[in-house]
């Protein structure tokens, strides 16, 4: 069974510049998260999908940071304009259920650098 | 609102030894679950154990534990018989009822396993 995947694995972009981030979650895994890290900081939360609905999107840190679901398989989020705080790690996670028992598969990462 | 402490950046341990990875946490949710998640150089976040808070037994997993203590609201985790592969950074992380299992970290602690 495949894991999480995410594409691209590192991004470099210019400031202002648009950057696009996709996530796979396991096959039949209706809930997908997205976190990020920052360096030196704690992995935060940004959202949270059911399917194609958004269940939580109470992480995302402005209206420049844009994520879909489309008909509930992967998932995108987008950066616009980037600006030089966006840089980090971005997760994507999937699990088959929500609730504070369900593990949370977690995919390698996208690391983005905002220049 | 949730908050997860790990005051041990970095840790060393000799192979073969035991190690203990320090988490406490903050919440006034009576429901909550706690996970540790290893983070090798790869960069992947892989699940290790999970401990529900009405779990009376300390959740074990193989060559780890997790030394739950709910009245001093610390999870640590233990690392029985170290390997060089358990060289990585460690985060212990917590759900809640009410958090749709949005996911809380704390800052992590890098491990480094020594010959």
């Known amino acids: 069974e495949a894991g999480v995947t995410q594409f691209p694995s590192h991004s470099v972009i210019e400031k202002g510049q648009t950057v696009t981030l996709r996530c796979d979650p396991i096959?039949?895994?209706?809930?997908l998260y997205w976190y990020r890290r920052v360096m030196g900081k704690e992995i935060k939360f940004l959202l949270h999908?059911?399917?194609?609905?958004?269940?939580?999107e109470s992480g995302m840190p402005n209206n420049r940071f844009l994520a879909e679901r489309t008909g509930g398989t992967y998932s995108t989020l987008k950066v616009q304009p980037a600006e030089l705080e966006d840089s980090g790690v971005y997760f994507c996670?999937?699990?088959?259920?929500?609730?504070?028992?369900?593990?949370?598969?977690f995919g390698p990462g996208t690391r983005l650098t905002v220049t | 609102a949730q908050k997860i402490t790990q005051t041990q950046p970095g840790m060393f341990v000799q192979e073969k030894e035991a190690v203990t990875l320090d988490c406490t946490y903050d919440t006034s949710d009576q429901s909550y679950g706690l996970f540790w998640y290893k983070q090798p150089s790869s960069g992947e976040m892989i699940f290790l154990i999970y401990?529900?808070?009405?779990?009376?037994q300390n959740a074990t997993e193989g060559r780890y534990s997790l030394n739950f203590q709910k009245a001093r609201k610390s999870a640590n985790l233990v690392i029985s018989a170290s390997q060089l592969g358990d060289s990585a950074m460690y985060f212990c992380?917590?759900?809640?009822?009410?958090?749709?299992?949005?996911?809380?970290f704390g800052k992590g602690t890098m491990l480094l396993v020594s010959p």
């Open positions: 096959s039949g895994h209706d809930n």
């Open positions: 999908f059911v399917k194609e609905s958004k269940q939580d």
């Open positions: 996670a999937s699990s088959i259920r929500s609730g504070r028992d369900y593990e949370q598969y």
């Open positions: 401990q529900g808070s009405y779990d009376e």
């Open positions: 992380a917590m759900t809640s009822e009410g958090g749709y299992s949005t996911l809380t």
